[in-house]
């Protein structure tokens, strides 16, 4: 089992930054990657951005690519998701996730992962 547990969200004007943490614990050894996704009321969870435990490889989304950046602590115990030049459209619940089941998972589709943090809000005001 992985335990995830989110933080750091709030409220932001647009334009400005936020850095969010997702602390694991548990059967870390077993993980293979880790991402963000987002989700509003009555759409579907989005993906936002991935990191490959295995070597550095990261993922993101078109729309967040060159304002959000993904990175993790050398312990591969903590990831982070640094959000720079922030839009309404970017205000959702943001959500950890980690695998353990695919060494090469196909890293934007929320049925990869089998862990999920509770999630924390973003709200970016215009």
């Known amino acids: 089992q992985v335990q995830l547990v989110e933080s750091g969200g709030g409220l932001v004007p647009a334009g400005g930054s936020l850095k969010l943490s997702c602390a694991a614990s548990?059967?870390?050894?077993?993980?293979?990657?880790m991402a963000w996704f987002r989700q509003t009321p009555g759409k579907e969870r989005e993906f936002v951005a991935a990191m490959s435990w295995i070597g550095d490889s990261t993922y993101y989304a078109d729309s967040v690519k060159g304002r959000f950046a993904i990175s993790r602590d050398n312990a591969k115990t903590t990831v982070y998701l640094q959000m720079n030049s922030l839009k309404p459209e970017d205000t959702a619940v943001y959500y950890c996730?980690?695998?353990?089941?695919?060494?090469?998972?196909?890293?934007?589709?929320?049925?990869?992962?089998?862990?999920w943090g509770q999630g924390t809000q973003v709200t970016v005001s215009s």
């Open positions: 996730a980690a695998d353990s089941r695919y060494a090469h998972p196909h890293y934007a589709l929320v049925l990869q992962y089998d862990y």
């Open positions: 548990g059967r870390t050894f077993g993980v293979y990657a």
